[in-house]
């Protein structure tokens, strides 16, 4: 099984358990063995369907402010989640290509492999999401078809997504390219960062 297989397996597994009660409050119940790589993945995609599912419900129009507000901060926390759950997964890459001796002329790549990871993860929810509305059976007719169409360009995205990440990964192997990684900056999240919150301390 190649590691985006692994992935896709993963990604399907979590979106489906979440699904089971399509609830945000949900407890996640990870499956795989803690620390592993696979529980790294699922934890990420849990993370990523669950706030999902937080930023269409801070879009009802009929949503009261306090609870906005309140959403708001929970989308905050699991965007810094999701950052932590980027870099741990990186981290595993790291360990796991400290031995390999870039090429002479290795390159960077743009994105690390875990972050190449996150767009992967979003994508399995936005397959997945819009195969629903492909086969809404209180959707006309027109969007449906229209719905069918983008479901084809996500699902080419999905192979050529696929393919970029495994040569990402054969190259860093083969030395052609090496990692770089830069651990995120989330200012507005740093009290000792945010003009706001400093200030407030005054």
Same mark, same amino acid.
């Given at each position: 099984? +190649?590691? +985006?297989?692994?992935?896709?397996?993963?990604?399907?597994?979590?979106?489906?358990?979440?699904?089971?009660?399509?609830? =945000?409050?949900?407890?996640?119940?990870?499956?795989?063995?803690?620390?592993?790589?696979?529980?790294?993945l699922y934890h990420k995609? @849990?993370?990523?369907?669950?706030? @999902?599912?937080? %930023? #269409?419900?801070?879009?009802?129009? /009929?949503?009261?402010?306090?609870? $906005?507000?309140?959403?708001?901060?929970?989308?905050?926390?699991?965007? /810094?989640?999701?950052? &932590?759950? =980027?870099?741990?997964?990186?981290?595993?890459?790291?360990?796991?290509?400290?031995?390999?001796?870039?090429?002479? #002329? $290795?390159?960077?790549?743009?994105?690390?492999?875990? @972050?190449? =990871? #996150?767009?992967?993860?979003?994508?399995?929810?936005?397959?997945?999401?819009?195969?629903?509305?492909? %086969?809404? $059976?209180?959707? &006309?007719?027109?969007?449906? %078809?229209?719905?069918?169409?983008?479901?084809?360009?996500?699902? %080419? /995205?999905?192979?050529?997504?696929?393919?970029?990440?495994?040569?990402?990964?054969?190259?860093?192997?083969?030395?052609?390219?090496?990692?770089?990684?830069?651990? /995120?900056?989330?200012?507005?999240?740093?009290?000792?960062?945010?003009? =706001?919150?400093?200030?407030?301390?005054?």
């Open positions: 099984m +190649t590691f +985006t297989e692994l992935c896709g397996e993963i990604f399907t597994r979590s979106i489906n358990d979440y699904h089971k009660t399509d609830d =945000v409050n949900t407890p996640m119940t990870n499956p795989y063995k803690e620390r592993s790589l696979e529980y790294l995609n @849990w993370i990523d369907t669950v706030q @999902w599912h937080y %930023e #269409d419900i801070i879009r009802d129009p /009929q949503i009261d402010p306090v609870e $906005a507000l309140s959403l708001k901060r929970l989308i905050d926390s699991s965007n /810094q989640h999701r950052t &932590d759950m =980027v870099e741990y997964i990186d981290s595993y890459f790291l360990d796991k290509y400290s031995s390999v001796k870039p090429l002479p #002329d $290795a390159k960077i790549n743009t994105e690390s492999p875990a @972050w190449a =990871v #996150d767009r992967l993860s979003i994508l399995y929810l936005k397959i997945y999401h819009m195969r629903i509305e492909a %086969e809404r $059976a209180d959707g &006309d007719e027109a969007h449906r %078809e229209a719905c069918a169409r983008k479901l084809a360009v996500l699902t %080419e /995205q999905l192979t050529d997504l696929n393919t970029a990440i495994e040569e990402l990964l054969a190259d860093i192997e083969a030395g052609r390219k090496y990692m770089k990684v830069y651990r /995120q900056m989330k200012m507005y999240n740093d009290p000792a960062l945010n003009p =706001v919150l400093y200030s407030a301390k005054n």
